[in-house]
Nanobody
Framework: QLQLVESGGGLVQPGGSLRLSCAASGFTLDYYAIGWFRQAPGKEREGVSCISSSTSGGLTTYADSVRGRFTISRDNAKNTVYLQMNSLKPEDTAIYYC????????????????WGQGTQVTVSS
């Protein structure tokens, strides 16, 4: 069964950090781009970051709202993609999801599949 599982969410104060994990099972991540998306209450799901497949060079893409604060990376040996989130703001509060597509990145949710169940990130004092 092809599956992505997110973990690492939680409650953090503004300015704090979290590292989210997206672990794959049933397939190898090497050939897939992995995107992180988030959805806040009452809002559309939006693209946050993406890393292209290893075979496409592992290129990274970020939304303007997180560039310079978030870093995406992959560990193919662990079949896992990470999202390091620093300098968190209350507006980063959302459920974070990962999903896959072949090869290259675009931050359009319609182009991704095999969505995980999400992990809640809450930034609040």
């Amino acid at each position: 069964q092809l599956q992505l599982v997110e973990s690492g969410g939680g409650l953090v104060q503004p300015g704090g950090s979290l590292r989210l994990s997206c672990a794959a099972s049933g397939f190898t991540l090497d050939y897939y781009a992995i995107g992180w998306f988030r959805q806040a209450p009452g809002k559309e799901r939006e693209g946050v970051s993406c890393i292209s497949s290893s075979t496409s060079g592992g290129l990274t893409t970020y939304a303007d709202s997180v560039r310079g604060r978030f870093t995406i990376s992959r560990d193919n040996a662990k079949n896992t993609v990470y999202l390091q989130m620093n300098s968190l703001k209350p507006e980063d509060t959302a459920i974070y999801y990962c999903a896959k597509r072949l090869s290259l990145c675009v931050l359009r949710k319609a182009d991704f599949g095999s969505w995980g169940q999400g992990t809640q990130v809450t930034v609040s004092s």
